[in-house]
């Protein structure tokens, strides 16, 4: 049975995550001065805030991994139809087998630390590692990554698809950050507002499909999907999982 079209996350949603206009263009920012940098964003999705970082510096250049070809596509036709293409290289790939041509000034992983694999409760450490190894001296690292925002209960561990030790909080990502060498220059984290925006995205496309395809053989399956995902938000991370924007300085 070949999985039905459903219409990809980036119809619905500026950004793959929690993040507002207001806040993507503060965390830009944070990150300056761009002029002339290289910016790497790994799990870059459809590399909508990369483009924005390259528009908000002229001379930057970026490049930007992604193992999902839809997503890197939508980008390279975003980025032709903004001029910045000359300045953009998109890789369609697995982060994980992807190496460099030049160390950079600017580093992003966004909701992407699980892009090297492996054990989940390694993968904040994996950025933080990983990332060190990319920047120049006194790179910036922009990481956002999941915390606890508070303790999650048994039922709700019960419910999310994640182990509890995968995140800290706020205060142990950032000491975690430090034990890194790197230090905090900016540290702010998604609202109850931005996650709401966006996990009323998520489900729309599934919810879309099943009000035009209700006969459909695959109705079980997608209707299971939107399910799972709206149990996961409710009766699991919904004011409880944050998710911190944290600015790095490497040494
Ligand atoms: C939550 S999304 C974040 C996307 C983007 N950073 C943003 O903020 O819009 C996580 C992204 O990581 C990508 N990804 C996951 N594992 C990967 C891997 N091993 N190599 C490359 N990309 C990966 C997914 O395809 C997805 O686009």
């Known amino acids: 049975m070949t999985s039905p079209e459903i219409s990809p996350l980036y119809e619905d949603v500026t950004f793959h995550g929690p993040l507002s206009e207001v806040r993507a263009a503060r965390l830009i920012r944070s990150l300056m001065p761009l002029d002339g ?89 994996n ?37 509890r030790d995968q995140y800290r909080s706020l205060a142990g990502l950032v000491d975690l950050a430090h034990e890194h060498g790197f230090r905090l220059l900016a540290a702010e984290q998604a609202s109850l507002d931005e996650w709401d ?19 459909s053989e695959h109705a079980a399956e997608i209707r299971a999907k939107a399910d799972r995902q709206r149990r996961w938000r409710l009766h699991g991370w919904r004011a409880t999982m944050g998710l911190a924007y944290l600015t790095l300085q490497a040494p």
Do not use: Y
């Open 37 to 125: 940098a290289h910016v790497i964003d790994l799990g870059c999705g459809w590399a909508e805030f990369l483009l924005r970082v390259l528009e908000a510096s002229p001379t930057a250049t970026g490049t930007g991994v992604d193992r999902n070809a839809t997503d890197i596509a939508h980008a390279q036709a975003n980025a032709d139809a903004r001029g910045l293409a000359d300045r953009l290289r998109l890789v369609a790939g697995d982060v994980a087998e992807w190496q460099p041509d030049e160390l950079a000034d600017v580093v992003i992983v966004n909701g992407a630390s699980q892009v090297w694999g492996g054990d989940p409760l390694q993968h904040t450490e």
């Open 197 to 215: 925006v966006f996990e009323n995205a998520h489900g729309l496309a599934w919810e879309r499909w099943l009000r035009a395809n209700p006969d």
């Open 127 to 163: 950025a933080l590692t990983e990332a060190r190894k990319l920047l120049k001296p006194g790179g910036r690292f922009l990481l956002g990554e999941g915390f606890w925002e508070r303790e999650p209960t048994e039922a709700q561990l019960a419910v999310l698809p994640l182990p």
